[in-house]
């Protein structure tokens, strides 16, 4: 089983400001089968990013992914203010996946 | 639309057993690999399971291998959860999900709201 690694627990920024997450797998992720999630309280994930680096249909610019093997990121340029959620990479494929731990980006 | 409804959770005491299923509708269902993943109360998210989009292949976390078995009825566009030897650690609303595209193993495009599975005495 693949685990994810995701850092920081908490990312504490102001809207405008840019996000850097990391997401460290303990083995290489095969295609680069890395998605990235979205979740605010209450509601259901949304995926944001698949492929490690194709955003997802109708997913803002501002949100982009880099990596491969088992060291991948999340950017986000500029914060808006519905971006303050938490975020989750997920390891994928057609047999065993995996969810990291999460990332909370808070308002600063 | 593509809809995921979720039924059959509630409370439940250690060592019995529940069955979820999920009621999918909007798309074909029969086209696509759809999963369970969990979210204890204030926690992350944890895949669960998965099924190919015949009912072929099943894969599982190791946290609850050997006790839960995920099925399909492609004819009744239905996803079954069957989750025997209920833990207090498998307390959480558990979501049922869809592949973001047909036949292949994608990320998850689509989630239902979620059922809550309480495990007490």
């Known amino acids: 089983e693949i685990v994810l690694t995701q850092s920081p627990g908490t990312l504490s920024l102001s809207p405008g400001e840019r996000a850097t997450l990391s997401c460290r797998a303990s083995?290489?992720?095969?295609?680069?089968?890395l998605a990235w999630y979205q979740q605010k309280p209450g509601q259901a994930p949304r995926l944001l990013i698949y492929?490690?680096?194709s955003r997802a249909t109708g997913i803002p610019d501002r949100f982009s992914g880099s990596g491969s093997g088992t060291d991948f990121t999340l950017t986000i340029t500029r914060l808006e203010p519905e971006d303050f959620a938490v975020y989750y990479c997920?390891?994928?494929?057609?047999?065993?996946?995996?969810f990291g731990q999460g990332t909370k980006v808070e308002i600063k | 639309q593509v809809q995921l409804v979720e039924s059959g959770g509630g409370v439940v005491q250690p060592g019995r057993s529940l069955r979820l299923a999920c009621a999918a509708s909007?798309?074909?269902?029969?086209?696509?690999?759809m999963h369970w993943v969990r979210q204890a109360p204030g926690k992350g998210l944890e895949w669960v399971a998965v099924?190919?989009?015949?009912?072929?292949?099943?894969y599982y976390a190791d946290s609850v291998k050997g006790r839960f078995t995920i099925s399909r009825d492609n004819s009744r566009n239905t996803l079954f959860l069957q989750m025997n030897s209920l833990r207090a650690q498998d307390a959480a609303i558990y979501y049922c999900?869809?592949?973001?595209?047909?036949?292949?193993?994608?990320?998850?495009?689509?989630w239902g709201q979620g059922t809550l599975v309480t495990v007490s005495s």
């Open positions: 099924i190919s989009y015949d009912g072929s292949n099943e």
């Open positions: 999900a869809r592949d973001s595209a047909p036949l292949a193993g994608t990320p998850i495009g689509y």
């Open positions: 997920q390891q994928y494929g057609r047999s065993l996946q995996t």
């Open positions: 909007g798309f074909t269902f029969s086209n696509y690999f």
């Open positions: 492929g490690a680096s």
């Open positions: 083995q290489s992720v095969s295609s680069s089968y």
